[in-house]
């Protein structure tokens, strides 16, 4: 009897580490930019850009409804970016806050 008690304790502490361990997970967010400022009214947030112009820009998409995304700590994850407005494209990608080299492009 007692082997058999030690094998379903065992069991039970595996069972937890196996439910941990998830899939990767992959979300779409797009970045929508006007060349205009924001009207105030519509979702977008006014940014300056390098050329001294006012555009305006709107995340939809990902896990929250500003194009926020969410994952649980040690799930493997791939965030896909898409521009949404004419004649823009992507200078380069850069994460400032990442102390641990998690993130890459």
């Known amino acids: 009897m007692r082997?058999?008690?030690?094998?379903?304790?065992?069991l039970?502490?595996?069972v937890p580490l196996c439910a941990v361990a998830q899939a990767p997970q992959s979300h779409s967010v797009t970045l929508a930019i006007h060349a205009t400022a924001s009207t105030g009214s519509d979702d977008y947030t006014d940014?300056?850009?390098?050329?001294?112009?006012v555009y305006s820009?709107?995340?939809t998409?990902?896990?929250?409804a500003g194009g926020d995304v969410t994952f649980h700590v040690g799930t493997p994850a791939t965030v896909v970016v898409h521009l949404s407005g004419h004649?823009?494209?992507f200078d380069g990608v850069t994460?400032?806050?990442?102390p641990?080299?998690?993130?890459s492009r």
Request: charged share 15%; net charge negative; hydrophobic share 30%.
């Open 3 to 10: 082997n058999i008690n030690i094998l379903l304790y065992a």
């Open 12 to 14: 039970v502490a595996l």
């Open 47 to 53: 940014s300056t850009g390098s050329d001294g112009n």
């Open 57 to 59: 820009y709107r995340y």
């Open 61 to 64: 998409g990902g896990t929250g």
């Open 87 to 89: 004649d823009y494209d």
């Open 95 to 98: 994460f400032p806050i990442d």
């Open 100 to 103: 641990n080299h998690q993130l």
